[in-house]
């Protein structure tokens, strides 16, 4: 077996590799393309259980079931690279899906919605209205005039003295609706003061964390 697809499997299903035994419905591996699209990246090992052992695959179809999911069920057409293993006589499937510059990604769902997913741990979630409004945000040609007002100086002050807030107590503390506290998250985001840190089961917001040489 190659040292680099045993390294690989090694490491287990993350945030940034995902194991296939095989493809049999490309709206449900569209997820994740969009997933790791959304997020930081990642490989899809197609040909391999979940707990690691190599089941292999006839690469044709599966490659041809992973092609129809980025382009006919994933807006935009989400890129790709594929390489073939061999391993022990069995063959399997490595994708490489990059992050997208411009984000979202929408896969298409069985009741035609077109949804966004993120990739967190070994698991694709789906995006909250935040999240899409923040890419929406990021990706506007247009400026942004920041209101630094009573609710931006109670959250920052807020974040101070705690490591995170939620988006629902950051509404209820600041005595505001659900909206407008997302509009006000989001712009903080935007303008550096605060960053967004993604849970299985929730999202989180704490104060930047400023890197070498940043004030």
Not at 181 to 189: D, F, G, K
Not at 190 to 214: N, Y
Request: contains cysteine; aromatic residues 8%; proline residues 4%.
């Amino acid at each position: 077996m190659s040292r680099y697809i045993q390294h690989l499997i090694s490491q287990g299903e993350h945030q940034q590799l995902d194991f296939k035994f095989q493809v049999n419905d490309s709206r449900k591996i569209a997820r994740t393309l969009v997933s790791f699209a959304n997020t930081d990246g990642g490989k899809l090992l197609i040909g391999v259980k979940d707990n690691g052992v190599v089941a292999g695959v006839h690469t044709d179809e599966e490659f041809h079931m992973v092609e129809a999911a980025a382009t006919l069920y994933c807006k935009p057409e989400i890129d790709f690279a594929c390489r073939q293993w061999a391993v022990d006589g069995k063959h399997i499937l490595e994708f490489d899906i990059p992050a997208l510059a411009h984000k979202p990604a929408f896969s298409l769902a069985e009741d035609n919605r077109w949804m966004a997913y993120v990739r967190v741990a070994d698991q694709n979630i789906l995006a909250t209205p935040l999240q899409i409004k923040l890419w929406n945000r990021q990706q506007s040609p247009q400026g942004m005039l920041i209101k630094y007002g009573e609710s931006e100086k109670m959250l920052l002050s807020y974040l101070a003295a705690h490591s995170s807030i939620t988006l629902g107590k950051f509404s209820r503390l600041a005595k505001t609706p659900r909206y407008r506290a997302e509009n006000i998250l989001v712009n903080l985001i935007c303008a550096g003061l605060i960053e967004l840190v993604q849970e299985p089961d929730t999202l989180r917001f704490r104060l930047r964390e400023t890197g070498p040489g940043e004030e």
